[in-house]
């Protein structure tokens, strides 16, 4: 048939189509999608803005025993930065720096109407972590056990590549300990001590940010990356990093 | 290994006029002031002092160490590939390259041990925990390996050891290609930093080292000569020429080089790369980059090389030191507009430009740098002077 003759036909609407035709038309517009698009789905939208786009995450292998990571529940943030506070206090973190923050910004949902929102970022404690591989001395390392990304701070030289290579912006420099400082999911002042949440995770009061060990099943961090409806994204996928925190909504 | 060395048969006491001790006098103020002031840095507390920040953590002081470490490899290369090649005319320019080479290197490092946070750590810490995936472990190790190399042939030179010179300086040399490829790997191989990310740097730096190793070798033969009031003899104008064809030939390789990486990131999808090029094209570094990268680091040096088909020491001359004052501009935008997009660009309100601005601190450890590099020159060509005659050896 020709477009021609495909313009003068009436629109049945989608009113009368069939849920499982509607279904089966939207799997061909994914499968054609991903088929051009590469796999990246989503990749209209410059990549950090990509929601649902599960490129970066691989849900098969877990490398560490127990592999932490922080599922962030990114909606529920309020801003009460309880978390930062929390961090500053349990990890002695000085004014002019930061562990983690929380990002903001308005987005339209209308003609003249914005909403705000909010994004915890911290660091990502990647499975291929940019900073470890550029470190001259290897004062910041993965730590074989947890896969946390850590400091032995008397080798730190201060050369801050490590800065320049991290996508998350995560690391500051700590000028008393004369050394780059970061988050390290709180393994020295609480999870070490037998504490099984980081001080961030703890203060929430809206239960952002779930910690835990994704290598177990029962973990809260494992069910709610395996639900099969649940949308979850990672930040800057396109570096490759391999991050371990995840990023949701509800 | 002659055993009639001597200051006198090494030294050029003519060239202590009393317009080149007062050049050397405030050569040594330059340095002895810039040093001190990174010194001061050191122990204050480089924010302080320097203007770098958590977002911008590299700022001039790398762009400086680049635009020196970068300078060193291309007169080491020059030099090896002239005493290597014994019949390029290169040769008779192939001593004072070397001493330059060490002169420029030995800048580079008075510049990055005083940006460097805790610059001791890395002289224990590099030996006893190496990280081989690292490149900066790798350019600092080969370009400490490439220093050790370039004395220990400089002191064959100077004792007119030429088998011993000749094999250092190759060993010297290759120890400079991995620093330097190493140098641009630094930036071509961070992920997170698409203005920077991909295959060209390396061989960018590369390319970069032999123009500005080119026009440092012709800026301070130039200028060893009218230090000396003497004219070039042929063999010194000979390895001249050539000096500018290998600065012809590299600048034009930087325009096309510079023209495909421009257009490349613009083909591509990716948004920080795309922004931090337009801060360069039309943006707040637009004049650093049309007027100093583009036209008197490349075109105008080019074009003067053409016109005058190398015949021309002056014209020469005023090329190379175009291409050094270009060159480092270009080190320093790269450095720069490479951190301008913030990681999470898109939040917070965070503006597209985080800004960087020198500080006066900073500008004086440049100046420091600067500094050494002239101190060396001066100095050496009044304590080495003869030994920068054309070579008689080969």
Redesign the interface.
């Given at each position: 048939m020709k477009i021609d003759d495909l313009e003068k036909l009436k629109n049945e609407g989608p009113d009368t189509l069939p849920s499982k035709e509607r279904r089966k038309f939207l799997k061909w517009g994914l499968a054609v999608t991903g088929v051009f698009a590469g796999g990246a789905v989503l990749?209209l939208t410059?990549a950090?803005?990509v929601q649902g786009a599960l490129e970066g995450i691989k849900l098969k292998k877990y490398p560490y025993k127990p592999h932490y990571c922080m599922i962030i529940r990114q909606d529920r943030c309020v801003d009460c930065e309880k978390c930062k506070e929390a961090c500053v206090k349990t990890n002695n973190v000085p004014e002019?720096?930061y562990r983690t923050t929380i990002?903001?910004?308005e987005i339209p949902i209308g003609p003249d109407e914005k909403q705000r929102e909010f994004?915890p970022?911290l660091c990502n404690h990647c499975n291929h972590p940019?900073c470890v591989?550029?470190?001259?001395?290897?004062?910041t390392y993965k730590d074989e056990k947890t896969g946390i990304v850590m400091m032995d701070y008397?080798?730190?030289?201060?050369?801050?590549?490590c800065?320049?290579?991290?996508?998350?912006?995560a690391?500051?420099?700590n000028?008393e300990k004369?050394?780059i400082d970061k988050c390290n999911f709180c393994f020295d002042t609480r999870l070490s001590k037998g504490e099984k949440l980081t001080a961030c995770a703890a203060a929430c009061p809206a239960d952002v940010r779930i910690f835990g060990d994704l290598s177990d099943p029962e973990s809260r961090v494992y069910k709610l990356i395996h639900e099969p409806d649940r949308v979850v994204w990672v930040?800057?996928p396109?570096?490759?990093?391999m991050p371990n925190v995840y990023y949701t909504k509800g | 290994m002659s055993n009639n060395l001597s200051t006198g048969t090494l030294s050029e006491p003519r060239v202590a006029t009393p317009t080149v001790n007062t050049a050397t006098a405030f050569a040594i103020l330059f340095t002895v002031v810039g040093l001190g002031v990174g010194v001061y840095a050191m122990i204050a507390?480089?924010?302080h002092v320097y203007a770098?920040t958590?977002?911008v953590?590299?700022g001039i002081l790398i762009s400086t160490y680049a635009f020196f470490a970068i300078t060193s490899t291309g007169l080491c290369l020059l030099a090896a590939i002239g005493h290597l090649f014994g019949g390029t005319p290169l040769m008779h320019l192939g001593n004072r390259a070397v001493y330059l080479s060490i002169a420029t290197i030995l800048a580079a490092f008075s510049v990055i041990g005083l940006e460097?946070?805790?610059?001791w750590?890395?002289l224990i810490?590099?030996v006893i925990?190496?990280?081989l995936?690292?490149?900066?472990?790798w350019m600092?190790t080969l370009y400490g390996m490439a220093v050790g190399a370039m004395f220990i042939e400089f002191f064959a030179i100077v004792t007119r050891q030429w088998n011993l010179a000749l094999a250092v300086g190759i060993m010297g040399a290759l120890a400079e290609v991995g620093a330097n490829t190493n140098l641009g790997a630094?930036f071509a191989?961070?992920?997170?930093?698409p203005f920077w990310y991909g295959a060209q740097l390396p061989v960018f730096f590369l390319c970069s080292s032999f123009a500005s190793g080119a026009a440092a070798i012709i800026l301070f033969t130039h200028l060893a000569y009218k230090m000396r009031g003497t004219d070039f003899d042929e063999r010194t104008f000979r390895g001249l020429q050539s000096a500018g064809k290998v600065l012809a030939l590299t600048l034009f390789l930087l325009v096309v080089a510079t023209a495909w990486r421009f257009i490349v990131i613009f083909t591509g999808?990716?948004?920080m790369a795309m922004i931090a090029a337009n801060h360069l094209l039309k943006g707040k570094m637009a004049t650093n980059f049309w007027l100093f990268e583009v036209a008197i680091g490349m075109v105008f040096p080019l074009l003067l090389l053409i016109g005058t088909q190398m015949k021309n020491v002056p014209a020469m001359s005023i090329a190379g030191a175009m291409t050094l004052v270009g060159g480092f501009i270009q080190r320093y935008d790269l450095v720069v507009a490479g951190?301008q997009v913030?990681?999470?660009?898109?939040?917070?309100?965070?503006p597209s430009y985080l800004g960087y601005i020198p500080s006066i601190g900073e500008l004086l450890v440049v100046m420091g740098g600067i500094g050494v590099c002239l101190t060396l020159f001066l100095i050496g060509e009044r304590v080495f002077g003869k030994v920068f005659k054309p070579a008689e050896h080969h």
């Open positions: 990749s410059s950090k803005n002019y720096g990002l903001e910004r994004m970022v940019p591989r550029v470190c001259p001395t290897r004062a008397k080798k730190c030289i201060g050369c801050k590549t800065m320049a290579a991290c996508p998350y912006n690391r500051y420099f000028e004369r050394a930040l800057r396109e570096t490759g990093a | 507390g480089h924010h770098c958590r977002e953590p590299w460097l946070e805790s610059p750590r890395m810490y590099n925990s190496p990280n995936t690292s490149n900066i472990w600092g630094v191989t961070l992920s997170a930093r999808n990716n948004e951190q913030p990681v999470y660009y898109g939040w917070d309100d965070l």
